[in-house]
Structure formats: structure tokens, C-alpha cells
């Protein structure tokens, strides 16, 4: 399984609403239940009607688009980083995981996936 760094810092945030949210940038990731509004965002595009933001994240994709009958792709990179007390953030599109990281945390996550066997493409 190959792994696609992502060069941008990311804010895991919750909005007051999704007005002032960019849709139109490279990464935006939003979630809404009965509770709150979310949304994960670079971190020079948070909007101003945030409620709370968590800075600090760095991000990474398993490369490719993942089949819905793949089982357990998510969970053993999950495993792994717990294994080794590494927390994650993680978000799912249609066709793949994106997994993100405290930076002060990232790189040493990554030395120990490559450790384990997955490949990183830039």
C-alpha cells in the first residue's frame, strides 16, 4: 500500500455553519450530525465564524482509489500509530483515507509506516 504525503498544515475545526467555508480549495472536509458542524480545512483557510480549531495537523492519503470491499486498510495504519502512541485524525471520501497527525508527531509516524513496509510517494 502506498502512502501520498500531504505538504499543507491542517485545523480540525467546528463552524458555526458551512457559509464561509471554501469549497473550492484542494482540501476541505466537512461533517454535520444533530450536534455540531465540522470541518477539516488548511489552516490558512479557516473561516471566521469558527466555534473552536485544533492547529497542528499534517496529513497523509493511501494512494489510489480503495475498493469498498477492502477490509481493514484504515484500521492496521491506525493500529500501528496506537501501537506506538501516535493519535490520528481520520477522514474518509468516496475513493480514499486521509489520515492526519499532530506535526510534532508526523514524521516519526511516517519512519515507522515505512518501518512497517508501506511506500511513500511525494
Same mark, same amino acid.
Given at each position: 500500500m502506498e502512502i501520498r504525503k500531504i505538504h499543507q498544515e491542517f485545523s480540525v475545526c467546528q463552524v458555526e455553519d458551512y457559509s464561509l467555508v471554501n469549497l473550492d480549495s484542494k482540501y476541505s472536509f466537512i461533517g454535520k450530525t444533530d450536534e455540531e458542524k465540522s470541518l477539516v480545512c488548511i489552516t490558512g483557510e /479557516?473561516?471566521?465564524? /469558527?466555534?473552536q480549531r485544533d492547529d497542528g495537523w499534517k496529513a497523509f492519503s493511501i494512494k489510489g482509489v480503495l475498493d469498498f470491499s477492502l477490509v481493514g486498510i484504515l484500521a492496521k495504519i491506525a493500529t500501528i500509530l496506537a501501537d506506538n502512541n501516535i493519535s490520528i485524525f481520520a477522514v474518509s471520501t468516496y475513493n480514499t483515507d486521509y489520515v492526519l497527525i499532530?506535526?510534532?508527531?508526523?514524521?516519526?509516524?511516517?519512519e515507522i509506516l515505512k518501518s512497517m513496509g508501506y511506500e511513500f510517494a511525494d
Open positions: /479557516v473561516p471566521s465564524n /469558527v466555534i499532530k506535526k510534532e508527531n508526523y514524521q516519526r509516524g511516517l
